[in-house]
């Protein structure tokens, strides 16, 4: 049986330091994904050009990628249930790496 080690340099804390619990920006969507984990959502928008901040409802598991954040539009909607993050406020390295000549998302590492 081979023993498997995840790897991943990318700090995390101060992105969930920043997240903004009950808040939505509205109207401003790139694109919307369904059944993704919150993670995936932050991935998305740093692989995504034009994404400056994310919407996630955490009940539906439901991820908006932004291409405005609140400092544009300061007035966040109230929203029970979704959470408000920044692409700023997250590690880049986090985005993805090369491993083996191949681009991977970083939280997928596994080396046996």
Same mark, same amino acid.
């Given at each position: 049986m081979?023993?498997m080690?995840h790897?991943c ?6 992105g969930?330091?920043l997240?903004?619990r009950?808040h939505?920006l ?6 919307n994904l369904a059944?993704?984990?919150?993670l995936d959502c932050?991935?998305? $928008?740093?692989?995504?050009?034009? $994404?400056?901040?994310i919407?996630?409802?955490q009940?539906?598991h439901? $991820? ?10 300061p007035?966040?909607?109230?929203a029970k ?10 590690d880049k390295v986090?985005?993805?790496i090369f ?6 998302p $970083?939280f997928?590492?596994?080396l046996a």
């Amino acid at each position: 049986m081979d023993d498997m080690i995840h790897f991943c340099t990318a700090d995390l804390k101060r992105g969930y330091s920043l997240l903004q619990r009950g808040h939505r920006l509205g109207k401003k969507i790139i694109t919307n994904l369904a059944g993704i984990s919150f993670l995936d959502c932050v991935q998305e $928008c740093l692989r995504t050009t034009r $994404c400056l901040s994310i919407n996630y409802f955490q009940p539906a598991h439901f $991820c908006e990628v932004n291409y405005k954040k609140k400092e544009s539009l300061p007035d966040l909607y109230f929203a029970k249930g979704w959470y408000y993050s920044e692409r700023d406020d997250w590690d880049k390295v986090f985005a993805t790496i090369f491993l083996m000549g191949r681009l991977i998302p $970083c939280f997928n590492i596994q080396l046996a």
